[in-house]
């Protein structure tokens, strides 16, 4: 089976800083595009970043310039660094994978974690 753990959120103030961690564990075969999600309270999930498997990445207009996304394809582990971090970046914080298994290597589908709680509050 696959799983997805999130790591790294909690409480920061204004301005600053979080480093979230996605580790992927299973019966992995390969992981093409992962990314970060994100769900405020009333508010529809919002997709934060991605990153593809050859280091290719995309953010929302909301975070560029704040948010970093990268990845460890050896560790099979996703980041996001969050820097300058403002009360509206408060969520639940989730990882998204696109993976292949040893038991279905021709067809991918997409895996969640449970997600990470960061509150940005004075």
């Known amino acids: 089976q696959v799983q997805l753990v999130e790591s790294g959120g909690g409480l920061v103030q204004p301005g600053g800083s979080l480093r979230l961690s996605c580790v992927v564990s299973?019966?992995?075969?390969?992981?093409?595009?992962m990314a970060w999600y994100r769900q405020a309270p009333g508010k529809q999930r919002e997709l934060v970043a991605t990153?593809?498997?050859?280091?290719?990445?995309t953010y929302a207009d909301s975070v560029k310039g704040r948010f970093t996304i990268s990845r460890d394809n050896a560790k099979k582990t996703l980041y996001l660094q969050m820097d300058s971090l403002k009360p509206e970046d408060t969520a639940v914080y989730s990882c998204?994978?696109?993976?292949?298994?040893?038991?279905?290597?021709?067809?991918?589908?997409?895996?969640w974690g449970q997600g990470t709680q960061v509150t940005v509050s004075s």
């Open positions: 990153v593809t498997s050859g280091g290719s990445t």
């Open positions: 998204n994978g696109d993976i292949r298994t040893y038991e279905s290597i021709s067809r991918s589908r997409a895996y």
């Open positions: 299973g019966s992995i075969f390969s992981i093409d595009v």
